[in-house]
């Protein structure tokens, strides 16, 4: 089954750190981009961060988390994982983990079901 799985959400107070992890299955992983993603109650899903697939090599960030977070990936687990420190009672949202890639002319997209953040003040 083809699926990527978000864990490591939590409630944490302002200033603290989590880690998020995204495991994937039954896809390309190596050549997937992975993207962090979150929505907060009554806004639209923002992009977090990203990492493009192993051969491209590159990470962006939302100007909103520059310096707090840091995506990276380790293939040989198929997971991604983000490091969020600094954390503020702004970055409250659930947090969602999507795999993209073309092979074959055909684009795969899979998206998590999203794990909770919570931070207090």
């Known amino acids: 089954q083809r699926q990527v799985v978000e864990s490591g959400g939590g409630l944490v107070q302002a200033g603290g750190s989590l880690t998020l992890s995204c495991a994937a299955s039954?896809?390309?992983?190596?050549?997937?981009?992975i993207g962090w993603y979150r929505q907060a109650p009554g806004k639209q899903r923002e992009l977090v961060a990203r990492?493009?697939?192993?051969?491209?090599?590159?990470?962006d960030y939302a100007d909103s988390v520059k310096g707090r977070f840091t995506i990276s990936r380790d293939n040989a687990k198929n997971t991604v994982f983000l490091q969020m420190n600094s954390l503020k009672p702004e970055d409250t949202a659930v947090y969602y983990c999507?795999?993209?890639?073309?092979?074959?002319?055909?684009?795969?997209?899979?998206w998590g079901q999203g794990t909770q953040v919570t931070v207090s003040s």
């Open positions: 039954g896809i390309t992983f190596s050549i997937a981009a």
């Open positions: 990492i493009s697939s192993d051969a491209v090599n590159y990470a």
């Open positions: 999507n795999a993209n890639y073309w092979t074959l002319g055909i684009n795969y997209d899979y």
